[in-house]
């Protein structure tokens, strides 16, 4: 079956525009993750959905940063007037059981 | 508050030589996850163990293995006889058991970089 899946994978902005990052998660896994990568650091938790509700928002960095799962399924990250330190790689990961993440591959986003 | 700690960040071997990556986990939780992930250059996690903190069994895969030890607060990795197609960076992780049924977000330590030369 297909994995986990992220468009686009790179997006180059221009400071102060705003960028929508998608994920499309594995088919019947109710947990979605965000999780932001800088250059040479591991993954950093960002938010967390079960199912349509946002369970866990405590790693977004700023008001900037927005997620959204309304179906349940797919799901947006959407950043604000983005900035050069928001340069990172954003991982998905989708999971049915307690702990087991599967990862997408992943949107590098450079902001210039 | 948790945390996972990788010493090392890189490590150079030699093709066929045994190779240990250390992790080291702080939790309050008396009930845990720990992982070990791999990102090769191509960039995409892939999952390699999970246990959780009641099992601490050492678990053999193939040329992996895996010392869970809860005195210490270990969760150490090693290859045996390394292939150039081991070369990647190898993160460890640590989740608390969720509660209500909720999952749990990975706490990631910064990773190892294994360079392994034919």
């Known amino acids: 079956g297909a994995g986990v899946s992220q468009s686009p994978r790179y997006k180059v902005a221009k400071r102060g525009q705003d960028v929508a990052l998608r994920c499309d998660p594995i088919?019947?896994?109710?947990?979605l993750f965000w999780y932001q990568q800088a250059l040479g650091q591991g993954p950093e938790f960002l938010t967390y959905?079960?199912?349509?509700?946002?369970?866990?928002k405590s790693g977004l960095p700023s008001d900037r940063f927005f997620a959204e799962r309304p179906e349940g399924s797919v799901s947006t990250l959407k950043i604000q007037r983005t900035q050069q330190e928001d340069s990172a790689v954003y991982l998905c990961?989708?999971?049915?059981?307690?702990?087991?993440?599967?990862f997408g591959p992943g949107t590098r986003l450079t902001v210039l | 508050a948790q945390k996972v700690t990788q010493a090392q960040t890189e490590i150079s071997v030699v093709e066929k030589e045994d190779v240990t990556l250390d992790c080291v986990y702080e939790?309050?939780?008396?009930?845990?996850?720990l992982f070990w992930y791999k990102q090769p250059p191509s960039g995409e996690l892939v999952f390699l163990i999970r246990?959780?903190?009641?099992?601490?069994q050492n678990e053999i895969s193939g040329r992996y293995s895996w010392n869970f030890q809860k005195s210490t607060s270990s969760f150490n990795f090693t290859i045996t006889a390394s292939q150039v197609v081991d070369s990647a960076v190898y993160f460890c992780?640590?989740?608390?058991?969720?509660?209500?049924?909720?999952?749990?977000?990975?706490?990631f330590g910064k990773g190892i970089t294994l360079s392994v030369r034919p």
């Open positions: 990961a989708s999971s049915l059981v307690q702990g087991e993440q599967f």
């Open positions: 088919s019947g896994h109710v947990s």
């Open positions: 959905f079960q199912n349509e509700a946002q369970l866990d």
């Open positions: 939790t309050r939780d008396t009930t845990y996850y």
């Open positions: 246990r959780n903190s009641f099992d601490e």
């Open positions: 992780a640590l989740s608390e058991a969720g509660r209500s049924g909720a999952n749990s977000k990975l706490t």
